[in-house]
């Protein structure tokens, strides 16, 4: 029985949403082909049909996951609040992509990091729209910085087996974040102010 069109877009839909989910979940290698199929309600036999390998599948599921991914306009304190959340961190399957399978991506053939560096570069630029910072070149620095701080400590409050100290270095993160999104007089006006006294 032939599949109509809308059908085959809905399948590969299901399948990307299942080994995005999957792949956070478990990691690469520890996920099947016949795991995602299944989880997608679909038999293995048919894979092969909408992608090209595994590496393909994983490429386009990495698209998808960082493709959908946005910032929200309330600013940037709101936003490292939410990623730098309890429920993030336990939510690893439906969770950020980049903190999930950065550094498997590594091992991955140059279409996986290709997409992963899209992704990262569309990030940084989402954030540096909601940034501090007096010019671009300002708020860029503070969206990458801010960024890298957000993901590594993601990284690190998972990879804790001590509960207390998962919670601080969130907590310490965002404390330390929410310093940096204070405005800071330009230097030389603090030097002015100084020498003024």
């Not at 299942?18 to 293995?44: C, I, P, Q």
Request: glycine share 8%; net charge positive.
């Amino acid at each position: 029985m032939k599949v109509s069109r809308e059908q085959v877009l809905e399948n590969k839909k299901a399948i990307l949403a299942a080994a995005g989910r999957l792949f956070r979940e478990r990691g690469f290698d520890s996920v099947t082909v016949a795991d995602v199929m299944k989880s997608a309600g679909l038999t293995h036999g048919g894979f092969y049909g909408y992608f090209k390998s595994k590496d393909d599948l994983i490429a386009q599921a990495l698209a998808e996951v960082l493709g959908h991914s946005t910032v929200s306009s309330d600013g940037l304190s709101a936003y490292t609040r939410r990623y730098l959340s309890a429920d993030h961190r336990e939510n690893v399957a439906s969770g950020c992509v980049i903190a999930a399978l950065a550094s498997e991506t590594t091992r991955q053939p140059g279409a996986a990091r290709a997409e992963m560096t899209a992704g990262l570069k569309q990030q940084i630029a989402r954030l540096s729209t909601i940034a501090p910072g007096a010019d671009g070149a300002y708020k860029r620095r503070a969206a990458i910085g801010s960024w890298a701080a957000m993901v590594g400590a993601m990284i690190l409050a998972r990879v804790s087996n001590d509960a207390a100290l998962s919670d601080e270095v969130l907590s310490e993160t965002r404390a330390w974040l929410a310093e940096q999104d204070q405005p800071k007089a330009p230097a030389r006006a603090k030097l002015k102010a100084r020498r003024a006294r």
